[in-house]
């Protein structure tokens, strides 16, 4: 059922998935908008890179960033599926009975385990979204300058995945028990951190440059 929810953004139009995400169902949510953000941020990264081709253009450059962004694109779409299972665990664990202190225990230690699994997708979306933004970096100065604007709307997605993936990443931490995951996934948000900043500053040489 959240699996089939979820398809819908790699199977169906766009208004079909915002109204699965408008609804009153587990999923879509946040992560899956993330990823599609993710998503959205490569197309606009191998679109610029699309029209960044002919002799004045570096093709080895622009190769690299179309394998790349035409792959992150589909890792990214993935990842929406992927966030929708983990979701599904994390509600199924939380329906586990617990009338004795045996299961009582036993559903603590499941509940941790799939909040451990719904924060690795987001986590992996976070990941995404740098290797965007260091795309979005080196299409900046090198792609066609009539498309420029879109470097900059790319940058902008892969800021939105990653802070949008982050809180859901946040979300999930409570309810770790491990700390070495719990360290490992805190540790995100200084990457989100970093996306934000390299994402601002490749928005701003955009403002700049259209504003002369």
Same mark, same amino acid.
């Given at each position: 059922?959240?699996?089939?929810? $979820? ?6 139009? $766009? ?8 609804? !009153?169902?587990? #999923? ?10 993710? +998503? ?5 990264? @191998?679109?610029? @890179? ?18 790349? @962004? ?18 599904? +665990? ?11 202190? =045996? ?6 230690? /499941? ?17 995404? +979204? &740098? ?23 790319? #940058? =902008?997605?892969? !800021? ?6 982050? /809180? ?5 931490? !409570? ?5 070495? /995951? !719990?360290?490992? &996934? ?17 928005? +701003? @040489? ?7």
């Amino acid at each position: 059922m959240l699996l089939d929810n $979820l398809t819908v953004c790699a199977t169906r139009p $766009l208004p079909a998935f915002l109204d699965q995400l408008a609804a !009153r169902i587990p #999923a879509p949510g946040g992560g899956a908008a993330a990823a599609l953000h993710a +998503a959205q941020s490569a197309a606009l990264l @191998a679109m610029v @890179a699309r029209y960044s081709n002919g002799p004045k253009y570096d093709t080895e450059l622009m190769d690299h960033v179309l394998t790349e @962004a035409d792959g992150i694109r589909n890792d990214a779409l993935t990842l929406a599926e992927a966030d929708a299972a983990a979701f599904g +665990a994390v509600a199924e664990a939380y329906r586990l009975p617990r009338e004795t202190p =045996e299961q009582q225990e036993a559903r603590s230690a /499941v509940i941790a385990e799939a909040l451990a699994g719904a924060a690795r997708p987001p986590a992996d979306v976070v990941r995404l +979204a &740098l290797l965007l933004v260091s795309l979005a970096e080196e299409l900046l100065p090198a792609g066609n300058r009539n498309v420029i604007t879109d470097v900059a709307a790319a #940058a =902008e997605a892969a !800021r939105a995945a990653a802070v949008t993936a982050q /809180v859901n990443v946040e979300v999930n931490l !409570r309810g770790l028990k491990d700390p070495a /995951v !719990r360290a490992e &996934l805190a540790g995100m948000s200084e990457v989100t951190d970093e996306i934000t900043a390299r994402a601002d500053r490749v928005v +701003a @040489a955009v403002r700049e440059e259209i504003s002369r």
